[in-house]
């Protein structure tokens, strides 16, 4: 199972918008609508940010959107502020009671 | 609320194997999966799998097929993970993650720094 393919970087300046993409294959990303996203700032475990593709957990701020196209799947942070700053991860069911994640992606707030 | 609180740092030598355990409270043990992942030092995080609490029937990644072992014990409401043939490349810290009825992870424990070093 190879990990989804993630952006090494993006950066973005104060109250701008970034999109992370998390490319898969026709065995997970596209075969099931159940990507989710995981912020992680450095020494703490991953927070859940999205799940089933487009949807928030209670508490997320509605600046975090969700999308998925294919094979594709994207993340989407509106409005950037400093406290973005940190590490993004996504992560797919990908049939046969296996989970992959992407590989991350480092997100820099200029 | 979940909770879900893991063992202390390890340190092991090549060849040897580890025992993490995950500690869960705040809902009922029998009723999710739990999972596991690890992240090495400055990488992304790896799924290793997951076992049924209640049944003990377990899932594991193709990587770590022979190597690793979950299991759990109800009575205290616990789960664990057992990692053999550690490698350097092992070095990592191993977390607990519960994803109540889903198929995501909302639940993480505080993770276990595992180093493998001769």
């Known amino acids: 199972q190879s990990a989804l393919t993630q952006p090494a970087s993006v950066s973005g300046s104060p109250g701008q918008s970034i999109t992370i993409s998390c490319t898969g294959t026709s065995s997970d990303v596209g075969s099931y609508n159940l990507v989710s996203w995981y912020q992680q700032h450095p020494g703490k475990a991953p927070k859940l940010m999205i799940y089933e593709g487009s949807k928030r957990p209670s508490g997320v701020s509605n600046r975090f959107s969700g999308s998925r196209s294919g094979n594709t799947a994207s993340l989407t942070l509106s409005g950037l502020q400093a406290e973005d700053e940190a590490n993004y991860y996504c992560c797919s069911y990908a049939g046969t009671s296996t989970w992959v994640f992407g590989g991350g992606t480092k997100l820099t707030v200029l | 609320q979940v909770q879900l609180v893991q063992s202390g740092a390890e340190v092991k030598k090549p060849g040897a194997s580890v025992r993490v355990s995950c500690k869960a409270s705040?809902?009922?043990?029998?009723?999710?999966?739990m999972h596991w992942v690890r992240q090495a030092p400055g990488q992304g995080l790896e799924w290793m799998g997951r076992?049924?609490?209640?049944?003990?029937?377990?899932n594991y990644a193709q990587n770590f097929q022979g190597r690793v072992t979950m299991t759990r014990d109800t009575s205290i409401t616990t789960a664990y993970i057992e990692l053999s043939r550690l490698r350097s490349d092992d070095t990592a810290v191993y977390y607990c993650?519960?994803?109540?009825?889903?198929?995501?992870?909302?639940?993480w424990g505080q993770g276990t720094l595992v180093t493998v070093s001769s």
């Open positions: 705040g809902y009922t043990f029998t009723d999710y999966y």
């Open positions: 076992i049924n609490p209640n049944s003990g029937g377990t």
């Open positions: 993650t519960n994803p109540g009825a889903g198929s995501w992870f909302d639940s």
